[in-house]
């Protein structure tokens, strides 16, 4: 009870720099990652060949939000989808993971996962650089207003456990068709578990995963200060100075023959931000120790350190990212390797937090498929 009070206290006390009117959040515990397996599907986008009824995602906002200015842009349109179908290639063989067979080995599936606060329209790009890769996609957002409310994020539970299910009855439509997962930031990552973690009585469709690339994370530990970093950055997105580059990334090495250099301008944190940022870090220093939240979470990330399928793994990140600290990703990549797993990195040096395909498109796009290269030498069942 204690526990809860404090982490109310520190919720009430966030308010907006920058604007005269305060604001009220209610940051949510947000590691609450048991995922339900029997519930109704509220989805919207559907793939071709799934056979369960589908309904609209869609979230309704409060007809009682104020109409003056809201500092932080939580609230997408109502339209907005949390799971959006891409149709897959006509000729599925155009993939470098058709194999020797072609068309016979079955189509190719990535399930892209959003970081905090993503929206469709920006994982439709990448989408879109794997359909021209011959591989179909399945976009999963996670709005910030999902875990800014009194249900501590239980509609996501809700949300991630739909995908496992459209991602099952996918697969089961036939038998050849295999898996790519492509998360992005620690939501992406632990989405990704969770996935897993629903998934674990259907090896038959776990062993169809051919590769994992994870975009700017992971972190193991659990950590406050980067939790705070992350609901920061999706809170205050283009004005957070956790999307530029760090000063000591600006003068970056030579990569693949030109400089690995963003920018020479550095975001430096406004005091309105700083607070925001020691204010979420107390509330996470308490919410993340609540022992069933803790449990929840610590189930997840055992699922994600000991028990990823055996398919390759590839880390994409960045020195540079002020959100998920480079050292956290190869302290990671360090303890799978160690486990026997295929582990495959690059390092963008100088590009900021789920920025490394647009600050390097070409390097970003080659290095994919240098890894689909390696996924279409996996064997699947």
Known sequence: MAAAAAAAASARVLVAVGHRRAVLLRVPAAASLSFPRRHPAPFRGRAAGISCSAASASLSLPSSAGSGPVPFNLLPPDSEPFIEWDPPPA?????????????????????????????????????????????????????????????????????????????????????????????????GWLAYGAVLENLQSRADITERIRGCIVDSAPVLEIRPEVWAAGF??????????????????????????????????VTRPSWGECFLLSTLQKFFEVVLYVPDINKRLCKVLSVLSDKQPPCPQFYLYSSADRVIPGECVESFMDLQRSLGRSVFAHNFVSSPHVDHYRSFPHIYSAKIDEFLKICSTVKVS
């Open 232 to 265: 920061s950055a999706a809170m205050l997105k283009k004005s957070s100075s956790m999307t530029g580059p760090s000063a000591e990334s600006l003068d970056g090495p030579i990569v693949n023959g030109s400089l690995n250099k963003v920018s020479s301008n």
């Open 91 to 187: 000729d599925p063989a155009a993939s470098p993971l058709g194999g020797a067979g072609g068309a016979g080995e079955g189509a190719t599936l990535v399930v892209l996962l959003g970081w905090l606060g993503a929206r469709q329209k920006h994982l439709r790009r990448y989408a879109d650089l794997y359909r021209e890769r011959g591989v179909g996609a399945v976009r999963f957002v996670v709005p910030v207003r999902e875990l800014i409310g009194l249900d501590l994020g239980r509609h996501v539970e809700r949300r991630v456990a739909d995908l496992s299910a459209e991602i099952a009855a996918w697969c089961d439509a036939d038998r050849r068709r295999t898996l790519l997962f492509h998360t992005f930031s620690n939501t």
